[in-house]
């Protein structure tokens, strides 16, 4: 899932505004002439330029992280995207529809705005194609709040995507599975959500059990907090479409019993991308469970230790021990795409699909120059002949792990660029840079780095 948004997330265009668009835009006609240059414009070419206005569509880059007080983010391109809607009644009926195209919301109260903006206007509602909820909920806000989903989702037939990943207070144990409780009540939320970004406290057997409810789950991204006393769960739980599942851990309690029961309950037909996250991923006898029963589907495995927690103590303690590469290949013969950390050469079995291998270094590693070096010194040449599929190594500068997280070589795939090309990314808080071989954060002055956003 997306990364985990700052104390105060920062004001982006709220659909309250975007309710007065029809009375501003109607006395923006009446001055303007129907001569005028903006009415002779064709549809195909107003078209072309809201697409170019609107926000990157990869998640990785609409993150509200990078988003936040910077011109090149979501915020400003949704208030230029909503000036040009205002420009006559011509170009509020081709752009409209592109400004509900995609909801994020980072704030409770653009939720209740939208929820009162799409009711007294149902037509509003059909052009929404996708709506994330990532906003702080408060204890006392759960019922309003997913009242207000649901009355959302009953007026928008044309959405194919829902992503629900909360910000909850983690000091309430209950507080999560109350919230999930109601959303699953809801009437029409739980057949369509598709995507899930839960935070599970020692409620985990009694979370589960509300799962099923949601049908059409594509993505489950589970971070688990448990006690060494906490119940196992221990009701089948089949998810016939779930294609993703993110498991974040603290490595304490019986973990290792918590992964057992989880490989003996879960039925998941369709799972390809199984990422693994923890402070220490140990030997792989936790994993192993989950891996025996789901490898032989699976396309991408990510098995990083939680760079958050290594970036807040990285200098007060020892590096962690490899990540236990051997038996996650020996379980996964149909794997295409690997990514890990490594603090070292990896030594790995032969392996027929394997396609690509994306391993996190430290940023003081990586050195354009020498870029080439560090990738065959961490797998050598003599490793990489057990692969007769492989097309590239890629590093990835674990600076970027506090933006995007594990999901990062799936939001900017190995392939993205050739060998000889290269894409730049220029925000205020992050200047990103993807050359052949190595994605990483670059250190720019008074020059901007060449945006070329217009690829993506």
Same mark, same amino acid.
């Given at each position: 899932m997306d990364p985990t948004p700052l104390a105060n997330p920062s004001n982006i265009i709220t659909y309250d505004q975007v309710s007065d668009i029809d009375v501003n835009c109607t006395k923006i006609h009446q001055v303007m002439s129907s001569t005028h240059i903006a009415a002779e414009i064709p549809v195909e070419i107003l078209c072309i330029i809201m697409e170019l206005v609107m926000p990157p569509t990869q998640r990785f880059l609409d993150s509200p992280v990078i988003a936040r007080d910077n011109r090149h983010s979501r915020v400003f391109s949704l208030q230029t995207l909503r000036n040009i809607v205002l420009v006559s009644r011509h170009w509020y009926n081709v752009g409209i529809s592109y400004l509900y195209r995609h909801v994020v919301i980072l704030q409770s109260k653009q939720l209740f705005a939208l929820a009162r903006v799409v009711s007294n206007n149902r037509s509003l509602g059909e052009f929404i194609l996708s709506l994330r909820l990532q906003c702080y909920v408060l204890e006392s806000q759960m019922a309003a709040v997913s009242m207000a989903l649901d009355g959302i989702l009953a007026v928008t037939p044309n959405h194919t995507k829902v992503t629900i990943a909360p910000i909850l207070n983690r000091y309430r144990p209950w507080f999560g599975h109350e919230f999930l409780r109601m959303i699953a009540l809801a009437q029409n939320t739980p057949s369509r959500t598709t995507d899930m970004h839960f935070r599970i406290n020692p409620s985990l057997i009694n979370t589960l059990k509300l799962i099923p409810t949601f049908t059409c789950l594509t993505t489950f991204h589970i971070d688990m907090f448990l006690g060494g006393n906490d119940a196992l769960p221990t009701e089948h739980i089949h998810l016939a479409f779930l294609e993703e599942l993110h498991i974040t851990w603290q490595p304490r309690g019986h973990v290792r019993n918590v992964f057992s029961a989880l490989a003996e309950i879960l039925s998941l037909p369709s799972l390809r991308r199984l990422l693994l996250t923890s402070r220490d991923v140990g030997n792989g006898a936790v994993l192993e469970p989950l891996l025996r029963k789901f490898g032989h589907g699976l396309h991408f495995v990510s098995l990083v230790r939680n760079h958050h927690y290594y970036f807040r103590y990285k200098y007060s303690m020892p590096p962690p021990p490899p990540p236990p590469v051997i038996p996650l290949l020996s379980m996964c013969p149909n794997l295409r795409h690997l990514a890990t950390d490594t603090y070292g050469p990896i030594r790995m079995p032969a392996h #027929?699909?394997?396609?690509?291998?994306?391993?996190?270094?430290?940023?003081?590693?990586?050195?354009?120059?020498?870029?080439? #070096?560090?990738?065959?010194?961490?797998?050598?040449?003599?490793?990489r002949v057990k692969f007769p599929s492989l097309q590239g190594v890629r590093l990835l500068d674990l600076s970027l792990f506090p933006f995007s997280g594990a999901h990062t070589p799936l939001l900017i795939p190995p392939d993205m660029v050739g060998s000889t090309e290269s894409v730049a990314w220029t925000y205020s808080s992050l200047d990103l840079r993807h050359d052949p071989g190595l994605l990483y954060r670059q250190t720019i002055d008074d020059v901007l780095a060449e945006s070329l956003e217009h690829r993506l």
């Amino acid at each position: 899932m997306d990364p985990t948004p700052l104390a105060n997330p920062s004001n982006i265009i709220t659909y309250d505004q975007v309710s007065d668009i029809d009375v501003n835009c109607t006395k923006i006609h009446q001055v303007m002439s129907s001569t005028h240059i903006a009415a002779e414009i064709p549809v195909e070419i107003l078209c072309i330029i809201m697409e170019l206005v609107m926000p990157p569509t990869q998640r990785f880059l609409d993150s509200p992280v990078i988003a936040r007080d910077n011109r090149h983010s979501r915020v400003f391109s949704l208030q230029t995207l909503r000036n040009i809607v205002l420009v006559s009644r011509h170009w509020y009926n081709v752009g409209i529809s592109y400004l509900y195209r995609h909801v994020v919301i980072l704030q409770s109260k653009q939720l209740f705005a939208l929820a009162r903006v799409v009711s007294n206007n149902r037509s509003l509602g059909e052009f929404i194609l996708s709506l994330r909820l990532q906003c702080y909920v408060l204890e006392s806000q759960m019922a309003a709040v997913s009242m207000a989903l649901d009355g959302i989702l009953a007026v928008t037939p044309n959405h194919t995507k829902v992503t629900i990943a909360p910000i909850l207070n983690r000091y309430r144990p209950w507080f999560g599975h109350e919230f999930l409780r109601m959303i699953a009540l809801a009437q029409n939320t739980p057949s369509r959500t598709t995507d899930m970004h839960f935070r599970i406290n020692p409620s985990l057997i009694n979370t589960l059990k509300l799962i099923p409810t949601f049908t059409c789950l594509t993505t489950f991204h589970i971070d688990m907090f448990l006690g060494g006393n906490d119940a196992l769960p221990t009701e089948h739980i089949h998810l016939a479409f779930l294609e993703e599942l993110h498991i974040t851990w603290q490595p304490r309690g019986h973990v290792r019993n918590v992964f057992s029961a989880l490989a003996e309950i879960l039925s998941l037909p369709s799972l390809r991308r199984l990422l693994l996250t923890s402070r220490d991923v140990g030997n792989g006898a936790v994993l192993e469970p989950l891996l025996r029963k789901f490898g032989h589907g699976l396309h991408f495995v990510s098995l990083v230790r939680n760079h958050h927690y290594y970036f807040r103590y990285k200098y007060s303690m020892p590096p962690p021990p490899p990540p236990p590469v051997i038996p996650l290949l020996s379980m996964c013969p149909n794997l295409r795409h690997l990514a890990t950390d490594t603090y070292g050469p990896i030594r790995m079995p032969a392996h #027929a699909h394997l396609t690509w291998v994306d391993l996190w270094v430290w940023r003081e590693f990586l050195n354009r120059s020498e870029q080439s #070096a560090l990738a065959v010194t961490l797998i050598p040449y003599e490793e990489r002949v057990k692969f007769p599929s492989l097309q590239g190594v890629r590093l990835l500068d674990l600076s970027l792990f506090p933006f995007s997280g594990a999901h990062t070589p799936l939001l900017i795939p190995p392939d993205m660029v050739g060998s000889t090309e290269s894409v730049a990314w220029t925000y205020s808080s992050l200047d990103l840079r993807h050359d052949p071989g190595l994605l990483y954060r670059q250190t720019i002055d008074d020059v901007l780095a060449e945006s070329l956003e217009h690829r993506l």
